[in-house]
């Protein structure tokens, strides 16, 4: 499903114009986004949380010149769904 779908979706179930609807999905993502560039993570009750994740430093090797590599700690975002979300895939 992509960002369009759920646009559709969400219009045609509330009768909002896509517009509208467009916006509003765009400025949610937009404020994630700033959310977890700040390091704080964000809590949807029922859906999940998205949350920033530390990798430690850790040395990599690069085989085709044959050189080790520092890689130096780091975050990345992460999705970790609800129990009552995960209950209702399985």
Same mark, same amino acid.
């Given at each position: 499903m992509t960002k369009a779908d759920i646009v559709n979706e969400i219009a045609k179930n509330t009768g909002i114009s896509k517009d509208d609807v467009l916006k509003t999905v765009e400025a949610f993502m937009e404020t994630v986004k @700033?959310?977890?560039?700040? $390091? $704080? &993570? @964000?809590?949807?009750?029922?859906?999940?949380?998205?949350?920033? =994740?530390?990798?430690? =430093? +850790?040395?990599?090797?690069n085989i085709s010149k044959n050189t080790t590599i520092i890689i130096p700690e780091? &975050?990345?975002?992460?999705?970790?769904?609800? +129990?009552?979300?995960?209950? =209702?895939? +399985?």
């Open positions: @700033v959310s977890l560039t700040k $390091e $704080e &993570n @964000v809590y949807l009750r029922g859906f999940g949380s998205f949350i920033v =994740k530390k990798r430690a =430093k +850790k040395t990599a090797r780091h &975050n990345i975002p992460a999705f970790k769904p609800s +129990k009552e979300f995960v209950a =209702k895939l +399985k």
